[in-house]
């Protein structure tokens, strides 16, 4: 049957839902040719007792269970991410949880794991010492390697408020690779994922930024695994990723150019940290394994069509992505509900999330394209959409 979908003009348009699932791409092990981690939302509990400012309250089953259906496919789990709603709904206390059962149930069910380390139990508001901003970072460094989690080093809303220049950051990042155990992931996550990180690095040029961010990992190389560059700049990432020391990755985060990026040219290519992993898992593992054999053609052809969904999903404000990631779990059926913690469920309009479903329902993302429909059909009818 056709559905009604609603445009932004407040009109509706007609469209006929998939009637058959895409085959989706079968389970398997890691990848050979490129390491690929999935940012992870989290699902929120729908019957706690809470508010959008309070703690957050979440459904630790359903949300170990689909971290194991992302290991399933061979993705890695980038935890307490963005992705997450680390820093927008999920708290350090909260975050520190999810490390340490997610780490757990890598551990036995043999899926890789890296876990965000921040500065998020530090107040708000202010402008923090840097010596408690390198206490916090400490914590939470100590809570992931005690976890047995790789780490890493998110970029510091405290930090960005309080540094006075590139040598305050170079001072509290080498102090913290100075005493990590083992060799780190380094995240800029540039403002329009969190406008607090404008001037991350100390300088809002970028050009002056990056070499700030050089100059911390040429110092510290044995410490550093690898960069997520999180600043949908295919261009500069390139360049960025050009200036590396040998042995360390780029892992891109940018979620408008991660096909070509991860494809690379005959100078390199990305590796893979993204939050359009989420809904795209299965079918980014069917593509990175063509690419494994060699078949870049492939890998783009199967990974090219997804942009249209990731740039949709990302768009301004990009920072409520996270709305329509957790939407089209819940219309894949890897969730029972469409809850968000901090209710967050409410960041984007129901022509964005009407959209969403058409671009996924067209790639033939959910296992079960009738469910899909159900359910946007119960959100349509809870909006008054009449089909």
């Given at each position: 049957?056709?559905?009604?979908?609603?445009?932004?003009?407040?009109?509706?348009?007609?469209?006929?839902?998939?009637?058959?699932?895409?085959?989706?791409?079968?389970?398997?092990?890691?990848?050979?040719?490129?390491?690929?981690?999935?940012?992870?939302?989290?699902?929120?509990?729908?019957?706690?007792?809470?508010?959008?400012?309070?703690?957050?309250?979440?459904?630790?089953?359903?949300?170990?269970?689909?971290?194991?259906?992302?290991?399933?496919?061979?993705?890695?789990?980038?935890?307490?991410?963005?992705?997450?709603?680390?820093?927008?709904?999920?708290?350090?206390?909260?975050?520190?949880?999810?490390?340490?059962?997610?780490?757990?149930?890598?551990?036995?069910?043999?899926?890789?794991?890296?876990?965000?380390?921040?500065?998020?139990?530090?107040?708000?508001?202010g402008a923090p010492a840097l010596a408690d901003i390198r206490a916090a970072y400490?914590?939470?460094?100590?809570?992931?390697?005690?976890?047995?989690?790789?780490?890493?080093?998110?970029?510091?809303?405290?930090?960005?408020?309080?540094?006075?220049?590139?040598?305050?950051?170079?001072?509290?990042?080498?102090?913290?690779?100075?005493?990590?155990?083992?060799?780190?992931?380094?995240?800029?996550?540039?403002?329009?994922?969190?406008?607090?990180?404008?001037?991350?690095w100390g300088s809002s040029d970028l050009d002056a930024a990056t070499d700030t961010?050089?100059?911390?990992?040429?110092?510290?190389?044995?410490?550093?695994?690898?960069?997520?560059?999180?600043?949908?700049?295919?261009?500069?990432?390139?360049?960025?990723?050009?200036?590396?020391?040998?042995?360390?990755?780029?892992?891109?985060?940018?979620?408008?150019?991660?096909?070509?990026?991860?494809?690379?040219?005959?100078?390199?290519?990305?590796?893979?940290?993204?939050?359009?992993?989420?809904?795209?898992?299965?079918?980014?593992?069917?593509?990175?394994?063509?690419?494994?054999?060699?078949?870049?053609?492939?890998?783009?052809?199967?990974?090219?069509?997804?942009?249209?969904?990731?740039?949709?999903?990302?768009?301004?404000?990009?920072?409520?992505?996270?709305?329509?990631?957790?939407?089209?779990?819940?219309?894949?059926?890897?969730?029972?509900?469409?809850?968000?913690?901090?209710?967050?469920?409410?960041?984007?309009?129901?022509?964005?999330?009407?959209?969403?479903?058409?671009?996924?329902?067209?790639?033939?993302?959910?296992?079960?394209?009738?469910?899909?429909?159900?359910?946007?059909?119960?959100?349509?009818?809870?909006?008054?959409?009449?089909?």
């Open positions: 049957m056709t559905l009604r979908l609603p445009n932004p003009d407040g009109t509706l348009r007609a469209y006929e839902p998939r009637a058959e699932p895409r085959v989706e791409a079968n389970p398997g092990s890691a990848f050979t040719s490129r390491t690929v981690f999935s940012a992870a939302h989290v699902v929120a509990d729908p019957y706690a007792d809470t508010t959008p400012d309070g703690p957050a309250a979440v459904d630790w089953d359903a949300t170990l269970a689909f971290r194991r259906h992302l290991w399933a496919h061979g993705l890695g789990v980038a935890e307490a991410m963005d992705t997450a709603q680390r820093g927008m709904g999920l708290d350090w206390a909260g975050a520190a949880e999810l490390i340490r059962r997610s780490a757990a149930e890598a551990k036995a069910c043999g899926g890789r794991v890296a876990c965000g380390v921040g500065t998020d139990q530090l107040p708000a508001a400490e914590e939470q460094l100590a809570v992931t390697e005690g976890a047995g989690a790789q780490a890493i080093l998110m970029a510091s809303r405290a930090l960005a408020a309080s540094a006075q220049g590139p040598d305050d950051y170079l001072d509290v990042y080498g102090h913290l690779l100075r005493q990590s155990a083992e060799p780190v992931v380094l995240h800029w996550l540039g403002p329009m994922f969190d406008p607090a990180l404008e001037g991350y961010f050089l100059e911390v990992i040429a110092a510290h190389p044995d410490k550093v695994d690898g960069i997520k560059v999180s600043l949908l700049d295919a261009r500069r990432e390139v360049d960025l990723r050009r200036r590396l020391p040998q042995g360390v990755r780029c892992y891109t985060g940018d979620d408008f150019h991660y096909p070509e990026l991860i494809a690379g040219d005959d100078r390199g290519f990305s590796h893979a940290l993204l939050g359009i992993f989420d809904p795209l898992g299965p079918l980014a593992a069917e593509a990175v394994r063509v690419l494994d054999t060699g078949d870049t053609d492939g890998f783009r052809a199967l990974l090219d069509p997804t942009v249209a969904l990731s740039r949709h999903l990302f768009q301004a404000p990009t920072r409520f992505y996270k709305t329509g990631v957790v939407f089209l779990a819940w219309l894949a059926g890897h969730q029972s509900h469409f809850t968000m913690v901090g209710g967050l469920q409410s960041a984007r309009s129901l022509p964005h999330l009407a959209r969403a479903y058409e671009l996924a329902d067209t790639l033939g993302l959910f296992p079960d394209p009738k469910l899909a429909e159900e359910r946007m059909r119960t959100l349509l009818s809870l909006y008054g959409v009449t089909q």
